[in-house]
């Protein structure tokens, strides 16, 4: 019999494909389930990404590829992060990954040891805190609270003892799972809170074009010399551009750790797809318009869902989100009354009412849920009739 190492004996594979992948099974035997629990727009990748990876194809692009990534689309990540994100970006410190996941295991990986620490604002997004087991690293989660929005307060973390072998900070904005974007004050005051106490920054900023309510997409590293060189900095295609399966993204940050995270990707994956990365090329050089023509459907849904959700206040409770496509629903309310717990609850609606949900317990609060809003508005309304049916029973 194989035996497995201690460190993939309590890694667990991702609840939110794990939920998706039983909706769809559901649904390939005919049952009418409405998932929210991928955050996967809905809308197809634009035609002009689209021809250009065939293109890419058709000129022979098939092959092996540097395995940080081809020059050009490290030169375009560049100059698009320069002039968007306001601060200045070479091309030796870019990595093209396999997505915005990878590339942030990546950076882990170079980052964390064994015995070392993670500082993670919470609740945050479940694939975090098994990428730090799989460093042999400890997460140390920062708790953020419903009545700030969910944005950092490092007031409240000062009465916190952070141990020595805390390495650094991982932060999200805007973030999954509850929508919050932290502003430029917000990360003022945590990034001289990290740099007060030696840590690094890794800035998972995937959602950074996703905003609403007039709320702006801050990088951390725009902050200062100091700030940057310490922040690591994640982002990609996924979600923006409707790329999720394209599996593309980037990091940027000091050229001595990008070229320690290209020596780990030559010896895992080797690169990214050569075809798709000219497709990425393409879709760095998408007209804003198209962009944010999705963004307002997003809005609409988002719209959509806080009208029905004004309705649920003896149930539970949430923060009007300003980025990416989530609602975080806190349910103690309703689920303290009825003595049930968030797996069960997620468990029953999508058995007995054909609603899929992601457990809030899986991002680091239980009585909770996630709910995606990256579908159509019928879809939505089918969605709600359901949960307020079986809420309401």
Same mark, same amino acid.
């Given at each position: 019999?194989?035996? #497995?190492?201690?460190?993939?004996?309590?890694?667990?594979?991702?609840?939110?494909?794990?939920?998706?992948?039983?909706?769809?099974?559901?649904?390939?035997?005919?049952?009418?389930?409405?998932?929210?629990?991928?955050?996967?727009?809905?809308?197809?990748?634009?035609?002009?990404?689209?021809?250009?990876?065939?293109?890419?194809?058709?000129?022979?692009?098939?092959?092996?590829?540097?395995?940080?990534?081809?020059?050009?689309?490290?030169?375009?990540?560049?100059?698009?992060?320069?002039?968007?994100?306001?601060?200045?970006?070479?091309?030796?410190?870019?990595?093209?990954?396999?997505?915005?996941?990878?590339?942030?295991?990546?950076?882990?990986?170079?980052?964390?040891?064994?015995?070392?620490?993670?500082?993670?604002?919470?609740?945050?997004?479940?694939?975090?805190?098994?990428?730090?087991?799989?460093?042999?690293?400890? /997460?140390?989660?920062?708790?953020?609270?419903?009545?700030?929005?969910?944005?950092?307060?490092?007031?409240?973390?000062?009465?916190?003892?952070?141990?020595?072998?805390?390495?650094?900070?991982?932060?999200?904005?805007?973030?999954?799972? /509850?929508?919050? #974007?932290?502003?430029?004050?917000?990360?003022?005051?945590?990034?001289?809170?990290? !740099?007060?106490?030696?840590?690094?920054?890794?800035?998972?900023?995937?959602?950074?074009? /996703?905003?609403?309510?007039?709320?702006?997409?801050?990088?951390?590293?725009?902050?200062?010399?100091?700030?940057?060189?310490?922040?690591?900095?994640?982002?990609?295609?996924?979600?923006?551009?409707? !790329?999720?399966?394209?599996?593309?993204?980037?990091?940027?940050?000091?050229?001595?750790?990008?070229?320690?995270? #290209?020596?780990?990707?030559?010896?895992?994956?080797?690169?990214?797809?050569?075809?798709?990365?000219?497709?990425?090329?393409?879709?760095?050089?998408?007209?804003?318009?198209?962009?944010?023509?999705? /963004?307002?459907?997003?809005?609409?849904?988002?719209?959509?869902?806080?009208?029905?959700?004004?309705?649920?206040?003896?149930?539970?409770?949430?923060?009007?989100?300003?980025?990416?496509?989530?609602? +975080?629903?806190?349910?103690?309310?309703?689920?303290?009354?009825?003595?049930?717990?968030?797996?069960?609850?997620?468990?029953?609606?999508?058995?007995?009412?054909?609603?899929?949900?992601?457990?809030?317990?899986?991002?680091?609060?239980?009585?909770? +849920?996630?709910?995606?809003?990256?579908?159509?508005?019928?879809?939505?309304?089918?969605?709600?009739?359901?949960?307020?049916?079986?809420?309401?029973?």
């Amino acid at each position: 019999m194989l035996k #497995t190492t201690d460190r993939v004996k309590t890694v667990k594979s991702s609840s939110i494909l794990e939920i998706a992948a039983l909706a769809a099974d559901m649904k390939s035997k005919g049952i009418d389930v409405v998932s929210l629990a991928a955050g996967e727009p809905d809308f197809n990748t634009p035609e002009s990404i689209q021809r250009a990876a065939t293109k890419a194809m058709a000129d022979g692009y098939t092959k092996y590829t540097p395995s940080n990534g081809f020059l050009k689309l490290r030169e375009t990540i560049a100059e698009k992060v320069t002039r968007e994100n306001n601060y200045p970006v070479t091309p030796d410190e870019v990595i093209i990954t396999a997505g915005a996941k990878h590339a942030l295991y990546l950076a882990m990986q170079c980052l964390l040891g064994p015995g070392d620490a993670i500082l993670i604002p919470t609740p945050a997004w479940v694939s975090y805190g098994p990428m730090v087991e799989l460093c042999d690293a400890e /997460v140390i989660p920062l708790p953020l609270y419903e009545e700030d929005g969910y944005r950092p307060n490092v007031d409240r973390w000062k009465s916190l003892s952070i141990p020595k072998r805390a390495r650094g900070i991982l932060i999200n904005s805007p973030n999954n799972p /509850v929508g919050s #974007t932290y502003s430029a004050d917000d990360l003022k005051r945590l990034a001289a809170w990290a !740099m007060q106490r030696g840590l690094w920054i890794l800035s998972d900023e995937i959602y950074e074009k /996703v905003l609403f309510d007039d709320a702006k997409h801050v990088s951390v590293a725009a902050l200062g010399p100091e700030v940057r060189e310490n922040t690591i900095t994640v982002s990609g295609f996924s979600k923006s551009y409707c !790329m999720t399966g394209w599996r593309l993204g980037w990091a940027t940050g000091p050229k001595d750790v990008i070229k320690k995270m #290209t020596a780990i990707q030559s010896q895992s994956i080797s690169h990214v797809t050569s075809f798709v990365q000219w497709a990425g090329i393409a879709a760095a050089q998408l007209p804003e318009s198209e962009i944010q023509a999705m /963004v307002q459907k997003f809005d609409e849904r988002r719209k959509y869902c806080l009208e029905r959700l004004a309705r649920w206040n003896k149930w539970g409770t949430f923060v009007r989100p300003t980025g990416a496509f989530y609602f +975080f629903l806190n349910m103690s309310p309703w689920m303290t009354a009825h003595k049930m717990n968030d797996v069960d609850f997620c468990k029953s609606l999508l058995e007995d009412y054909h609603v899929g949900l992601v457990p809030g317990s899986a991002f680091g609060k239980d009585k909770s +849920f996630r709910m995606s809003y990256a579908t159509s508005v019928d879809q939505l309304k089918k969605a709600f009739d359901r949960m307020e049916a079986f809420l309401a029973g």
